[in-house]
């Protein structure tokens, strides 16, 4: 079974600094998301990516962030100052072109951020 | 504007128990894609299920199965005879859209279940 690999699974970092989370989408898949899920909360979209730029974006998706594919397999999100509530576990996902009536949607295993 | 509710916060049982876990949503496409995650307490996303609102055939996997009800707008999720290691938070979501790939979910707010032996 194809899958999406994160990395790292956990980052913790200080408050103000930069972090870049790594997704490594499946290999024939052309968009991509962010999502994030607070502690004991519901997961949320953050960010589509499509064609080399962003499709579509959530309110959470302020400018501290950024999302980047710097080659043909990497999509990474970056926070360039981080904040306490900034702490969430972050989930990469991507999907193909067209989807069949009942294909399977696979998200990366997360990595967990702490900001502290 | 999509909505996913899931009623249910949590759920206890016992083993060997039925279970049935809720999910209504809300949605003004005619074409949409509702879907089942278990996330365990390993904090990871699986994937139970994807289908279609035009496939309103109810799906079986083994102990799972699911009841897809457009007339009330549910997708329910049931699990036969359950087992310790089915405790986790279980998530419905919807995505509206035709078939291109783009699939943006919006989450419900999770089930947990617990299953005690």
């Known amino acids: 079974e194809p899958e999406v690999t994160q990395t790292p699974s956990h980052q913790v970092t200080q408050m103000g600094q930069e972090v870049i989370l790594r997704c490594v989408p499946i290999s024939n898949h052309l968009y991509f998301y962010w999502y994030r899920q607070i502690l004991g909360q519901k997961v949320e979209f953050l960010v589509s990516?499509?064609?080399?730029?962003?499709?579509?974006k959530s309110e959470i998706f302020d400018d501290q962030f950024s999302v980047e594919r710097p080659d043909g397999s990497n999509f990474t999100l970056k926070i360039r100052s981080t904040k306490l509530e900034d702490s969430a576990m972050y989930f990469c996902?991507?999907?193909?072109?067209?989807?069949?009536?009942?294909?399977?949607?696979?998200f990366g295993s997360g990595t967990q951020l702490s900001v502290l | 504007a999509q909505k996913v509710t899931q009623a249910q916060t949590e759920i206890s049982v016992v083993e060997k128990e039925d279970v049935t876990l809720d999910c209504v949503y809300e949605?003004?496409?005619?074409?949409?894609?509702l879907f089942w995650y278990k996330q365990p307490p390993s904090g990871e996303l699986v994937f139970l299920i994807r289908r279609n609102s035009f496939d309103e055939q109810n799906e079986i996997s083994g102990r799972y199965s699911w009841n897809f009800q457009k007339s009330t707008s549910s997708f329910n999720f049931t699990i036969t005879a359950s087992q310790v290691v089915d405790s986790a938070v279980y998530f419905c979501a919807l995505s509206e859209g035709g078939n291109t790939g783009f699939q943006k979910l919006v989450f419900g707010t999770g089930t947990r279940l617990l299953v005690s032996p």
């Open positions: 996902a991507s999907s193909p072109p067209v989807t069949g009536f009942n294909e399977k949607l696979f």
């Open positions: 949605t003004r496409d005619t074409t949409y894609y």
């Open positions: 990516f499509y064609n080399n730029e962003i499709s579509e």
